[in-house]
């Protein structure tokens, strides 16, 4: 009577223990595949070439009057563009100077008239160091 109370009691525990180790067996092939997946996206990121920067040169074979006076015409051209981009830094660093000369000549006392919005950033700078505020950043960060 024993045995078979035994023999029962494991004839139900059998497809219960099935079940899970079905499911197991499903999670594990499932974690494998995940596992696997992982190392070829790793290994593919260990593998890939390194990036080629691009090395501009403007180095030219010149085998024609034609393609000389072409690259003189583009050399020039690059020049003048050079020099505009230097003039133009002049330009912003005069206007700079002449701009902390006028700080410093202006009374502390002075009133700003006129909305925040509408002013420059130039003006804004002004009001902020008159306020003893930092004057760095962008021209909305100013406005706060």
């Known amino acids: 009577m024993v045995l078979s109370k035994a023999y029962g009691q494991l004839e139900k525990e059998n497809p219960v223990l099935h079940s899970e180790n079905s499911m197991l067996r499903a999670h594990c092939a499932f974690a494998g595949s995940e596992i696997q997946e992982l190392n070829q996206h790793l290994n593919a990121k260990e ?4 990036k080629q920067h691009k090395l501009n040169v ?8 034609e393609g000389l006076r ?3 015409e583009q050399e020039a051209a ?15 660093a005069a206007k700079e100077t002449e701009r902390e000369q006028q700080q410093q000549q202006r009374d502390s006392n002075a009133a700003f008239s006129g909305t925040l919005g509408l002013k420059t950033k130039a003006d804004l700078q002004n ?11 962008k021209k ?3 406005l706060t």
């Open 58 to 65: 403007n180095a030219r074979w010149l085998n024609s009057d």
């Open 47 to 50: 593998n890939r070439p390194q």
């Open 140 to 142: 909305k960060d100013l």
């Open 70 to 72: 072409l690259a003189e």
């Open 78 to 92: 690059w020049a003048a563009e050079e020099q505009k981009k230097h003039e133009a830094r002049e330009q912003q």
């Open 127 to 137: 009001v902020a160091q008159a306020l003893g505020l930092t004057t760095d950043g």
